[in-house]
């Protein structure tokens, strides 16, 4: 049960510290005396990990608010494409996004195809891996892709970096989402009482782990596995982003697997625009690279993260102000 207190814990420290900085502040090197500046990150739906993971940032970021005039707070959001779209279009400073969607958008491909390369996108830093992560109920008899077939299954909201992935291992594993299943584009905070009402067999959620949404559908009387995304090797041939990832199975111990879960994934990042201030993007990497230890003591998804895993894996160039404090601590 560590996971959960860790999880509620990082929750409650980052509301904890989101809103309560002062209003005013001393003209530090990055504040206007007198002047707050304040920012907004994007997440993802309450249970996943970019929530509370936002919420640490934002929490290290606060920590310093009266010396840089800076208070962050964050924004349960749809997930990646939403908030890349969001802060190309400034209702959002900074969003967190999984690496694929990052390359897709500066590459002009998939849900950008239409409207092109999105040449204001930068990036700030990379966090922990993510997986494709799918859940499937027992009683429907799903434990692999390919049980899948006939199954009314949740792919993801649009806006989720989740449901590119899901079609993605769909069609690696011949399954067409229109016609072999009867799919759903819900956002995954949904996933889990859909499933255990029965309104889905499974579910695709692409997130680190542990996460909210897999510990609710595994703690209820509906029984889940978690299914291995496994002979997708033409995925990953074919695209940069993906990499092989293992779920481990001490996360979900009422899930019914006794054995880690393999699958692919892909980094997490933090993404800006050219035009969000080059003071306000060094702050929240000094903040993060300052606050390493602690940030990853914050959550379990970060414990393993080391230094140089913040500048890899961007398909945007960096901001100026995040090449600016990678280049002083000797990161790049
Ligand atoms: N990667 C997911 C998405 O963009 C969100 C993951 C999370 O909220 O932790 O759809």
Redesign the pocket.
């Given at each position: 049960m560590r996971m959960v207190f860790t999880g509620i814990l990082s929750l409650i420290a980052g509301a904890g510290l989101v809103g309560c900085g002062s209003e005013t502040t001393a003209d530090g090197e990055g504040g206007v005396a007198g002047k707050t500046d304040y920012i907004t990150i994007g997440?993802?739906?309450v249970?996943?990990?970019?929530?509370?993971?936002g919420g640490n940032l934002a929490a290290l970021l606060n920590a310093d608010t009266a010396e840089h005039g800076i208070q962050a707070s964050v924004e349960s959001t749809?997930?990646?494409?939403?908030?890349i779209n969001a802060v190309l279009s400034g209702d959002l400073d900074f969003g967190?996004?999984?690496a694929d969607?990052q390359y897709q958008a500066v590459k002009g491909l998939k849900e950008w195809e239409s409207v092109g390369a999105q040449d204001k996108l930068r990036a700030v830093f990379s966090l922990y891996t993510?997986t494709v992560t799918l859940a499937g109920a027992d009683d429907a008899g799903i434990k692999t892709l390919a049980d899948l077939k006939g199954k009314a299954v949740n792919i993801?909201?649009p806006?989720?970096?989740?449901?590119e992935?899901a079609l993605d291992v769909l069609k690696a594993a011949g399954l067409d989402a229109e016609s072999d299943i009867r799919s759903q584009g819900i956002k995954?905070s949904e996933s889990p009482k859909l499933l255990q009402d029965g309104r889905i067999d499974a579910f695709f959620?692409?997130?680190?782990h542990p996460?909210g949404?897999f510990m609710q559908v595994t703690t209820n009387l509906r029984k889940v596995w978690l299914i291995p995304i496994e002979d997708v090797d033409g995925l990953l041939d074919s695209a940069p982003y993906y990499l092989k990832t293992t779920i481990p199975v001490a996360y979900y111990p009422n899930a019914l697997n006794t054995e880690d879960i393999p699958s692919i994934g892909m980094k997490?990042t933090l993404v800006t625009s050219v035009d969000t201030p080059e003071e306000t993007v060094y702050r929240m990497v000094k903040a993060v690279v300052e606050g390493f230890e602690t940030i990853k003591g914050m959550h379990d998804?970060l414990k393993d993260l080391t230094r140089e895993d913040l500048v890899d894996g961007h398909s945007a160039p960096f901001h100026p102000g995040a090449e600016r404090y990678f280049k002083e601590a000797g990161l790049l």
């Open positions: 997440t993802g739906g249970t996943g990990v970019y929530y509370p993971v749809g997930g990646s494409v939403y908030n967190i996004c999984q969607r993510e993801g909201n806006g989720s970096g989740t449901r992935n995954s959620f692409t997130s680190g996460a949404v997490t998804a």
